[in-house]
């Protein structure tokens, strides 16, 4: 299957810092990446859509000025906690498609973000 | 609005023996498709099976099968022969075409030995 690398996989930031999260498609283009939130023993809660050139789409409840999300090529989308707060603490997914809908979507290996 | 049920917080089954992971989803959609996501202590999600709407014969992965009832929009997964590395999270996940992944609340899946 098709590969999505996600880089770092542990993260320690002071708060107030910010931090980037990147989301690779090494051997795919993947026109969409999605950025899921999963808090220890919880499902994956979605919340932004990534659309490659476009502005990403942001679930109802997610904070888009704190969640910046960029999708600058076919294979990278990162997604930036903004001045960070202890609360910021969890666990990001992202996943990618290798064509539009209704296909199977590859993972990443997460990031575990931890704000002291 | 697509919704996904699991109704089985955990679940614990004895090595070598057969557990039924249950899964129910509400939608509109006729064509869509329908996965169940592990998730072991690794956090890394693995693809275990993926079935099309259209298909009406039930998907088969080696030990892994799934009972699709489209009409009772239920979509339970069997796992056979359970190992002690079937031990994690198991994520029902559902997507229409061109849309984004609707997962269910996830279900811990204990293998004894």
């Known amino acids: 299957g098709a590969v999505v690398s996600q880089h770092p996989s542990r993260v320690i930031c002071k708060s107030g810092t910010s931090v980037k999260i990147e989301c690779r498609s090494l051997d795919f283009q993947a026109t969409t990446m999605f950025w899921y939130r999963q808090f220890p023993k919880q499902s994956l809660m979605l919340m932004a859509t990534s659309n490659e050139g476009s502005k990403a789409t942001y679930e109802q409840g997610v904070e888009k000025d704190k969640f910046l999300i960029n999708h600058a090529s076919l294979t990278l989308s990162t997604l930036t906690v903004t001045s960070a707060h202890p609360e910021d603490s969890s666990f990001y997914i992202c996943?990618?498609?290798?064509?539009?809908?209704?296909?199977?979507?590859?993972f990443g290996q997460g990031t575990r973000l931890t704000v002291v | 609005a697509q919704t996904v049920t699991q109704s089985q917080p955990e679940m614990s089954v004895q090595e070598a023996e057969t557990v039924t992971l249950s899964c129910t989803y509400d939608t509109s959609e006729n064509n869509y498709y329908l996965f169940w996501y592990k998730q072991p202590p690794s956090r890394q999600m693995i693809l275990v099976i993926r079935?099309?709407?259209?298909?009406?014969q039930n998907a088969t992965e080696n030990r892994f099968s799934v009972n699709f009832q489209k009409a009772a929009k239920s979509f339970s997964l069997k796992i056979s022969d359970s190992q002690l590395g079937d031990t994690a999270m198991y994520f029902c996940a559902f997507t229409a075409y061109g849309n984004k992944l609707v997962f269910g609340a996830g279900t811990i899946l204990r293998v004894k030995s």
């Open positions: 079935q099309e709407a259209y298909k009406q």
């Open positions: 996943s990618a498609s290798d064509r539009d809908g209704g296909t199977e979507a590859f």
